[in-house]
């Protein structure tokens, strides 16, 4: 249970990651119950007793039908750092992203995560993926979808109510997924980052559809995921307001370290 769970990744504080979420809430809707007021006392305790988590890639290359796509790309993310993937349509950034979540193979060179512990063996299983596709059924209501991937991926953290109402969703549970808008819709699917905990998040354009508004909110729950030693990486044509995150421009060949 520890989504925001700060270096937490090999000291998991049950119900630490919930209390901070809820309270994020709180900032944005008022009239929420507070909860757990110490919650930032113990993230900084499992900060300072974790073991810190990198996410590490080297020289890694990407293919898609037999082609290179990527090649030499690498970065070091520690917990709480942030990742832009930028570059021209068909640069390779959804390649590179589907390479690290483990949905395709490397062509060469390696993407580890170290200091993950028995819990978080590989990057795969640390990772939460939102494609472009949102991975939603159209004829399941939002909440049959959320419960489905909160049952599938484990590591609870929010109730579906909770969660869609971090995305500005809630009261529209019971709809069918393919009655939502596409910015709705969007919002539906991140809501899927915070039903189950992953440390990692690998995000394929996430504000493509989102108004202003919600892009802000997303803003801020990168930012508080980040805080709590999270690690992001975000394939963007869009500022996604992470300051300080790193850069990684696609389309040179070979693709540079990010700075
Ligand atoms: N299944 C596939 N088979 C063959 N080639 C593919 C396949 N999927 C993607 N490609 C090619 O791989 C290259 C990289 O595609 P990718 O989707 O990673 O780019 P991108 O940088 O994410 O683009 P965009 O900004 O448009 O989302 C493109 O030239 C694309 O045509």
Aim: aromatic letters at 6%.
């Amino acid at each position: 249970m520890r989504w925001f769970g700060a270096n937490s990744f090999a000291t998991p504080t049950a119900g630490v990651v919930v209390a901070h979420i809820k309270s994020f809430l709180e900032e944005f809707q008022r009239d929420k119950t507070q909860f757990c007021c110490d919650a930032k006392l113990l993230r900084r305790i499992a900060l300072d007793d974790g073991e810190s988590m990198r996410l590490i890639a080297e020289n890694l290359s990407g293919e898609r039908g037999g082609e290179a796509v990527f090649a030499g790309v690498g970065f070091d993310l520690a917990a709480g750092e942030s990742l832009t993937v930028t570059g021209p349509n068909g640069a390779g950034k959804s390649t590179l992203l589907r390479v690290i979540a483990g949905l395709l193979p490397t062509a060469a060179g390696n993407v580890r995560l170290d200091g993950g512990g028995e819990e978080w063996p590989t990057v795969a299983a640390s990772s939460h993926y939102l494609g472009h596709q949102n991975a939603m059924k159209t004829a399941l209501s939002v909440a049959e979808n959320l419960r489905f991937w909160q049952d599938f991926a484990g590591q609870p953290q929010l109730g579906v109510g909770e969660a869609l109402e971090m995305v500005g969703l809630g009261g529209l549970d019971h709809l069918p997924y393919g009655y939502l808008s596409t910015g709705q819709r969007r919002r539906a699917a991140i809501a899927k980052l915070l039903v189950s905990y992953r440390p990692i998040w690998l995000l394929d354009e996430p504000t493509a559809g989102l108004d202003k508004a919600s892009e802000a909110q997303f803003s801020a729950l990168m930012r508080v995921h980040l805080e709590d030693g999270g690690i992001v990486i975000a394939a963007t044509h869009l500022p996604l307001g992470l300051e300080g995150a790193k850069t990684l421009e696609m389309g040179g060949s070979p693709s540079p370290m990010p700075c």
